[in-house]
């Protein structure tokens, strides 16, 4: 007997293959457009794309940008920067 999850797959595939590049059935649903569906997106950029801006618009994380000012060791100039942190 299959698993929930798998066939919650199946179930998304199907609803968004009218919608996607590659939809075949061997194709992957985060697939890598490098190498034309045939493999998943790298793990981290599926965390940073998809599932980050998913989980704050479900109101699970939110977002917030530290600004700060470092001095760069090799050229002793100071530069400004912008992170984005989630709680």
Known sequence: MPTP???QEAQLKETFSGSTT??????????SVR???ASPRVGNMLVWDY???AA???GA???SRMHTTWVDR???KTVAGEKTLYF
């Open 22 to 31: 590659y939809a075949k059935a061997e194709d992957w649903i985060f697939a």
């Open 56 to 58: 704050i618009q479900a």
């Open 35 to 37: 190498k034309k569906g």
């Open 61 to 63: 994380l939110t977002e």
């Open 51 to 53: 599932l980050y801006p």
């Open 5 to 7: 999850g798998i066939l």
């Open 74 to 76: 090799k050229t002793g």
